[in-house]
């Protein structure tokens, strides 16, 4: 009777160590995963991970938010109240139309107008410091006469 209690007993340390080792693998694993999709995060103010594509997140109708930060005195031209970004590249903003693209690592949104009122240029560089499905922060920075630059932020249309 002794010898079957001792066996029981000596099964039980093992299945509780292998346990435990298990455990520690989880524990491990579980750290790494988070370290390496923490250093993933594409974008200054997130989202670390989303389930969609950058470009499946930034197309849609999206309208600014009162938040804008920055000197908006000289560069009040650059700044749009709403902007429409299609599938197919096709960009409009406040009654101007145009393209847009990602550059090549998609941290910055690259617009083109058609047709420019604006003095400098048709092209603008936008980097994005936030694209979610319903937020869009993005930063532009301008040299004319000083530098001054923006942060704008955009929610989207349902």
């Not at 099964?11 to 995963?33: D, F, M, P, Y």
Request: net charge positive; proline share 2%.
């Amino acid at each position: 009777m002794y010898s079957r209690i001792i066996k029981k007993v000596k099964g039980l340390k093992r299945s509780l160590a292998k346990h435990r080792w298990n455990g520690i693998e989880l524990l491990s694993g579980t750290i790494v995963l988070l370290i390496v999709v923490s250093s993933c995060k594409k974008y200054e103010e997130g989202p670390g991970v989303s389930l969609r594509s950058k470009q499946t997140r930034v197309v849609g109708e999206w309208l600014q938010t009162n938040e804008v930060e920055g000197d908006t005195s000289s560069i009040s031209l650059y700044l749009f109240n709403s902007i429409h970004i299609q599938d197919d590249g096709g960009f409009s903003a406040d009654g101007n139309t145009g393209s847009w693209a990602f550059n090549h690592n998609k941290t910055e949104l690259i617009v083109t107008l058609d047709n420019s009122i604006y003095p400098s240029s048709n092209v603008f560089k936008y980097d994005i410091s936030r694209l979610s499905n319903k937020e869009l922060y993005v930063g532009a920075k301008f040299i004319s006469d000083s530098e001054s630059s923006v942060k704008q932020q955009y929610y989207k249309q349902p």
